[in-house]
């Protein structure tokens, strides 16, 4: 089985190498047949040039771009797109989480789960060095806010690092439309509209004192919800009356662990 590493990047070039070198490094002596995509998103330091000059023509990495900055999410579904492998890993170039953590989220793909998101605010992560507490309260404010407007019971929606099976999320993108921050709540929205399965397990996590999300992105984001809800339920209903297959019978399942 093949992986595929998206790594979305903007103004990376300070710190991407180490956490590149890490996935390389991992993959190959653990997951051999990968590859890895780094999406440059409109980058203007140099990210691109400075990737390549440490990796050269690695023939497991992968640079592609399409020119100007265009949000996380837009990065994301362009590299998905891109992938070849039959499971597609999401990880912020910060590398916050841990690559060694895709191991948890294996097993619940091999149980036909078809999304498995990483969440720092279960009871079983581990946070080695906290956000600010302003920006902790945040992230629970919004996460309560996603309960409450769009559903579902995960305790994080927006942890950079989520594993999934290619041939079940991709037909799906078609469906996505936010780029930036809300997206990792659309991705969740729309594949639980659609019936795939989706699963939670706790991940390690250290925050990144460079951390590129502005509060104004976060505060765009809540605008996104409402309308994140209205596309998840023209599309259940859609599903519902036969005009859309659902992926699976049954509707959306949701674990934790």
């Known amino acids: 089985m093949m992986f595929s590493v998206v790594v979305p990047a903007y103004?990376?070039?300070?710190?991407?190498?180490?956490?590149?070198d890490r996935i390389v490094a991992y993959m190959e002596q653990h997951h051999p047949d990968f590859e890895v995509l780094v999406v440059d998103d409109g980058s203007t330091d140099g990210t691109a040039e400075v990737i390549r000059r440490r990796f050269g023509e690695h023939p497991r990495l992968r640079i592609v771009s399409y020119g100007a900055n265009r949000g996380k999410g837009y990065a994301v579904r362009y590299g998905a797109r891109q992938a070849?492998?039959?499971?597609i890993l999401f990880s912020d170039?910060?590398?916050s989480t841990p690559i060694e953590d895709m191991e948890k989220m294996r097993p619940?793909?091999?149980?036909?789960?078809?999304?498995?998101?990483g969440s720092r605010a279960h009871s079983n992560a581990e946070i080695r060095l906290h956000q600010p507490l302003y920006r902790e309260i945040a992230g629970k404010l919004f996460n309560l806010f996603v309960r409450l407007v769009v559903g579902g019971r995960f305790r994080d929606t927006q942890c950079g690092f989520k594993l999934?099976?290619?041939?079940?999320?991709?037909?799906l993108l078609?469906?996505?439309?936010?780029?930036?921050?809300?997206?990792?709540?659309?991705?969740i929205a729309i594949a639980m509209a659609s019936g795939l399965r989706v699963g939670e397990v706790p991940v390690v996590w250290t925050n990144s004192p460079t951390s590129t999300v502005g509060l104004w992105q976060g505060?765009?984001?809540y605008a996104d919800l409402l309308r994140i809800r209205q596309r998840a339920n023209r599309l259940?209903?859609?599903?519902?009356?036969?005009?859309?297959?659902?992926?699976?019978e049954g509707g959306s399942q949701t674990v934790t662990r």
């Not at 103004?11 to 590149?20: D, F, K, T, V, W």
């Not at 619940?108 to 998101?117: A, F, K, S, T, W």
């Not at 999934?164 to 037909?171: E, G, H, M, S, Y």
């Open 11 to 20: 103004n990376e070039a300070q710190r991407i190498l180490p956490s590149l």
């Open 84 to 87: 070849a492998g039959d499971l």
């Open 93 to 95: 170039a910060d590398l």
């Open 108 to 117: 619940l793909i091999q149980q036909g789960y078809d999304v498995v998101i």
């Open 164 to 171: 999934f099976r290619r041939d079940a999320v991709v037909p």
């Open 174 to 187: 078609d469906h996505l439309e936010v780029d930036r921050w809300a997206f990792d709540v659309e991705l």
């Open 219 to 221: 505060a765009q984001a």
């Open 236 to 248: 259940r209903a859609a599903a519902a009356s036969g005009t859309t297959p659902s992926r699976k």
